[in-house]
């Protein structure tokens, strides 16, 4: 640790003279309440790593952990279980489910663990599956359910608990395409109904940006870049964050107040009368603003939440904008 701090030496170097491996190194980061935070990089990044040092299922070298104004590091063993059975919920890549347990005793399992009563537990147990939308399947066994289910019971069980914070190391990344987009969709609307703050873990970047609401891209056991999904793919912190965002769309990325020109410095070219232009909301992202450019030979004006004109973009600003993003 000394030769860290005093040398900064990198993972590699760590490793060849020491013969130590360095788990993660400097991930300094905020959550905000109701946000999801999306964590992610390659394998061996040290993503998976870094969400269990959350809940102290891998204990710190050094550093402070605080999640809901709690020390986690000065926390005893007692406090720290109650802290992970009724604050912090976690939902596994693998989920672990008791096999010789039905559905509704899965997901009832932590409120047996708190010494909740049976009737409290099944009660629970069947509100968290109908946000899941697995009514119907209290009794059967996870043999009986396919891959996409049994994960919907895992994130069941992480919502029994009622927790304020919920840990998702790569949930969904086992399963088909339709059916990972399918609990993409579930868990969006699941977190905007329940207003869970939640650290999600992913190697796949379209899976971040499609779910996140912040980015932290991961390397080596280092945080290399935090921002919106924009940010990381508009405005990339270096080569290794580039090569990530390469392929992807920016059409559903970019939006009118990233690339219109201010309103009030505007200088319309002949023939164009901005009153007669039409209007949009400055998040309107650049697939909507082709289609609106398509219906008409006016500028766009760009309006901000109250509806005032804050903003326009010319057929010149958007093929920039487009251009300029690789969309």
Known sequence: MAAI?????????????????????????????????????????????????????????????????????????????????????????????????????????????RGEPKSKRWEVSQHCLNLVNLDGYEDRFPRELSGGMQQRVGLARALASDPEVLLMDEPFSALDPLIRRQLQDQFMALSAELKKTTVFITHDLDEAIRIGHRIAIMKDGRIVQIGTPEDIVTKPADDYVKDFVEGISKLKLVFAHSIMEKFTTYKPARGEDLAKSPRVSHDTDLDHLIDVSITTTQPIVVQSDKGKDVGVISKSTLLQGIQGGKA
């Open 5 to 113: 701090e005093e040398r900064g030496l990198s993972k590699p170097e760590v490793l060849s003279e020491f013969g130590c491996v360095v788990g993660i190194a400097d991930c300094s980061f905020k959550v905000k309440r109701g946000e999801i935070f999306c964590v992610m990089g390659l394998s061996g990044s040290g993503k998976s790593t870094m969400v269990r040092h959350l809940n102290r299922l891998i204990e710190p070298t050094s550093g402070s952990i605080s999640v809901l104004g709690e020390d986690m590091r000065a926390l005893g063993a007692d406090r720290l279980r109650e802290m992970r059975a009724m604050h912090i919920g976690m939902v596994f890549q693998h989920m672990a489910l008791l096999p010789h347990r039905t559905v509704r005793d899965n997901v009832g399992f932590p409120l047996q663990v």
